[in-house]
């Protein structure tokens, strides 16, 4: 691939990692799908290769993403219901304050859903903290799954 090409792939790949942290845009699609082009273009059995291990670290990271935060919020108590209502109202806010919409109405949501579980805003809150907490975890687990193949792609690009 030329180097043009290879600069686009890796801004392609940047902008996945970035949709990742700020969830504008998907992230872990556009770098499969960045690095799915690039193996395409090379045609070579390393392009594959590299494609195959993005792929399965992608895929890996994509399960324990919703896996193990999960599990941390079944531990600490949080029903399946304050977080979806809580993604709901993280999506409207998104719309209303554009980025950081995102994260406050998230965190109202939670909190409304659990306000008449608990009875007080203490432990409503705590609710919150547990259930951002996991949201968190699970950013960071797509982020790291998402950099590993994105550092197998830039690995391979130097090398060939």
């Known amino acids: 691939m030329s180097g ?17 942290v700020v969830p504008i845009l998907p992230g872990t699609i556009l770098i499969f799908a960045a690095i799915g082009v690039w193996a395409f273009i090379t045609g070579t059995a390393t392009g594959w290769t ?19 935060p999960g599990r941390k919020l079944k ?6 219901k304050s977080i979806v209502i809580g993604g709901i109202l993280g999506i409207v806010g998104f719309f209303v304050i ?3 919409g995102l ?4 965190l109202l949501g939670v909190f409304v859903a659990e306000l008449p579980r608990f009875g007080n805003s203490r432990d409503a809150w705590r609710s919150t903290v547990h259930a951002t ?19 197998v792609w830039v690995g391979a690009a130097v090398l060939v």
């Open 98 to 100: 554009p980025v950081l």
């Open 103 to 106: 994260f406050l109405g998230f």
């Open 50 to 68: 590299v494609f195959g291990i993005a792929t399965a670290l992608l895929v890996i990271s994509g399960v324990v993403k919703y896996t193990w």
């Open 4 to 20: 043009p090409g290879e600069l686009l792939v890796g801004l392609v790949v940047l902008i996945g990692l970035i949709g990742i």
């Open 133 to 151: 907490k996991a949201v968190g975890l699970s950013i960071l687990v797509e982020l790291f799954g998402a950099l590993l193949a994105s550092g």
């Open 75 to 80: 531990d600490a108590g949080v029903p399946t």
